[in-house]
């Protein structure tokens, strides 16, 4: 049959198989196959971000997942937050692109200033700005017809 490559000798298995020599071929162990028994088989599909290594999947740099298909985040996301698609999601009083930074929410905005009390983080609000992250503009200008709230 030449329209399949037959293994010739033990060695063509491998080492994950046993060559049978009335036909020619490869009889695999478990969790290897291919022609010669070279390809390894993975519980998940690795995709085109990892490679199949000892039966699972081992990821590039920057993926993660059993099946490396998930984006991966900065390691230090996991210590104040969540990883999801490779963006971090910040817990509760923590900020920052990777969590990292404890403190007010949103910085503030660049119209307070953050400080720590006994009751934790919180933003102390230019004039003219108010909310918890100092994000809403206060009305100013009463008789003017306008409505400066945010």
Do not use: Y
Not at 16 to 39: A, N, Q, R
Not at 102 to 108: F, Q, S, V, Y
Request: glycine share 16%; proline share 4%; hydrophobic share 20%.
């Amino acid at each position: 049959n030449c329209e399949t490559p037959r293994a010739t000798c033990l060695d063509q298995c491998s080492g994950h198989g046993t060559f049978l020599p009335d036909t020619g071929l490869c009889s695999c162990d478990p969790s290897w196959t291919g022609h010669d028994c070279s390809i390894e088989i993975c519980a998940a599909d690795c995709g085109g971000h990892g490679v199949c290594v000892g039966g699972t999947c081992r990821c590039e740099d920057g993926w993660m997942g059993a099946a490396c298909d998930q984006r991966a985040c900065h390691p230090r996301c996991a210590e104040h937050g969540t990883c999801r698609d490779g963006k971090c999601e910040c817990s509760p009083g923590w900020n920052g692109e990777h969590c990292t930074i404890e403190g007010c929410p949103g910085l503030c905005n660049g119209n307070g200033r953050c400080t720590l009390d006994l009751n934790g983080w919180h933003c102390v609000c230019q004039l003219g700005w108010r909310g918890a992250g100092c994000d809403t503009s206060m009305e100013t200008a009463c008789g003017d017809s306008k409505d400066n709230d945010g």
